[in-house]
């Protein structure tokens, strides 16, 4: 027979897995949405952000009463921290999908500026991260983790070249600038998402080392 | 709280040793220490009931003025490794000790110790709060009294000091002629805490003193203990893992009587290295 302790545990994980399902479907529409400035999609991607942010509301309560119920230490502990942590990070990546497929319904008003290549590509590589720093957390594989965080530097990258690209589209036409400013946003959105699944992996981590790794290359950043 | 600590008679009697030149080093505050602050050590420490072989080898170092947990499961060893320390287990027939017993920088098997002399320096607790059938007053002053303090003006100091530092003082000092058996179940088991600092021990030794007592007992103990640390040497043998969590600065795992990790109290309940340690505290055996 699985202890009551083993069953609250599950309930947790399947709890955020389904979560993360959701926000994965998220991403993949408003992508979808992106390419094809599908506003039908779009709205259906702001549609199911209420589901989400009840799954965040539904893991802390999982969680503050397995710490109330069970005092739970070592991995255990570290575990359901994590969840606790995990469940905003989630949470605030449905909301950038949300943030991308509103921008999406603005952007279908007006005619595009340029063909959109690389956002699409760029919350590809988001969505990529989300995904692998999910499984990592689901395969408690820190390797896996720390390679999720290495990929933020392209996200990065590209963010950068994007908005370059569009700042000089906006001092050549200043008729540009308000489409522009929509795909920078976008951008700067899907740029967020990589940071966010960067977080994710941090404590993943986190949960199999014990070993906290935010910020700890910061002072080299800056 | 009363936490200073009646040093009059402190320099007289450190050691444990008849023989008065043996007696430890001391410490700043006349706390005798061995040279790296440990108060408590077992090199090699082997102890048998007749054939059972209880203790198998322990070697562990514990520090002054901080409070240690063992924990572990039932017939681990725990508490018969704490009953070495003042030499409690000499009551039991058959048990036979090897290796080193060290308190103080003393070992306490040495045959010219004195062992009432060891127990006045080592105060123990146990499980079941046991206060004699006598007053309040003739509780605390009875252990003075039997190594020779005269004199009710100075009973009557120890009695308040200690009862204070056992934080009891506020809740008995009206009917200390009363008998101590009226008192609820925490607030004896506190005045076996003040009892024992009568003798003006260096080291507590408690065998799961808070384990009949209701919540609000047991956190009056716990903040007792916390308070006491900073005079006061103490290990606890608790199986209320949350317990250990909460009071202890350095926390030993024993298992069928071995030590199987000791760490600093944070990291034995975050990351403790053995994965039996992680099994036993996370509740999956025990």
Redesign the interface.
């Known amino acids: 027979m699985q202890r009551q ?1 083993e069953v609250e545990l599950e309930e947790i994980k399947v709890t955020i897995l389904s979560m993360a399902g959701l926000v994965e479907k998220a991403l993949d529409d408003a992508a979808g949405a992106l390419g094809t400035l599908d506003k039908e999609l779009a709205e259906s991607v702001i549609a199911m952000d209420e589901e989400i942010d009840q799954c965040e509301v539904e893991i802390d309560r999982l969680a503050t009463e397995f710490i109330a119920r ?9 575990f359901v921290i994590v969840a606790i942590k995990l469940g905003p990070e989630l949470e605030r990546i449905a909301d950038n999908a949300v943030n991308i497929a509103e921008r999406v319904l603005n952007m279908s008003k007006y005619p595009l500026l340029k063909p959109v290549i690389d956002l699409p590509r760029m919350l590809g590589l988001a969505h990529a991260m989300v995904s692998d720093a999910v499984a990592a957390y689901v395969a408690r594989d820190a390797v896996a983790a720390r390679e999720v965080i290495r990929r933020d530097d392209e996200v990065d990258a590209l963010y950068l070249q994007v908005f370059r690209e569009l700042l000089g589209l906006m001092c050549e036409d200043p008729n540009a600038v308000s489409r522009a400013i929509d795909l920078i946003l976008v951008a700067r959105f899907a740029e967020r998402i990589a940071d966010q699944a960067t977080n994710i992996s941090e404590e993943v981590v986190y949960l199999v080392e ?1 070993k906290p790794i935010r910020h700890v290359n910061l002072p080299e950043e800056e | 709280m009363d936490m200073t600590r009646n040093n009059a008679s402190k320099g007289k009697e450190r050691g444990i040793f008849q023989n008065p030149f043996d007696a430890a080093p001391t410490g700043p505050d006349e706390t005798p220490l061995t040279a790296d602050g440990t108060a408590l050590e077992s090199r090699g420490l082997h102890l048998y009931y007749g054939e059972t072989h209880a203790l198998k080898g322990i070697d562990l170092g514990m520090p002054a003025r901080r409070i240690t947990a063992l924990i572990g499961p039932s017939g681990c060893g725990k508490s018969t490794y704490l009953r070495c320390f003042n030499r409690m287990n000499d009551m039991i027939e058959g048990v036979r000790v090897e290796g080193k017993v060290i308190v103080e920088g003393a070992d306490v098997y040495r045959p010219d110790v004195d062992l009432e002399l060891l127990r006045k320096r080592v105060g123990m607790v146990f499980q079941k709060s046991n206060p004699f059938p006598m007053s309040i007053r003739e509780n605390i002053s009875f252990g003075p009294r039997m190594t020779g303090v005269r004199g009710r003006g100075k009973i009557d100091e120890i009695v308040e000091r200690s009862l204070r530092q056992a934080d009891l003082w506020e809740e008995v000092r009206d009917r200390l002629d009363h008998s101590a058996l009226d008192l609820s179940g925490g607030q004896q088991q506190r005045l076996c805490i003040a009892r024992a600092l009568a003798n003006e021990p260096d080291i507590l030794l408690l065998d799961e003193p808070a384990s009949a007592l209701d919540p609000i007992s047991t956190a009056k103990i716990e903040e007792t203990l916390l308070q006491l640390k900073k005079l006061y040497t103490i290990i606890i043998v608790t199986h209320n ?2 317990q250990a ?1 909460r009071i202890a600065d350095l926390t030993a795992f024993f298992m069928l009587g071995e030590v199987v990790e000791v760490d600093d109290t944070t990291t034995m ?4 290295s053995e994965a039996i340690t ?1 099994e036993y ?3 999956r055996f025990g």
């Open positions: 302790f069970h005092q739970p230490t070592a991995t255990d502990l570290r014990a | 893992l949350q969590a309940f975050t990351n403790p992680e505290i996370t509740g």
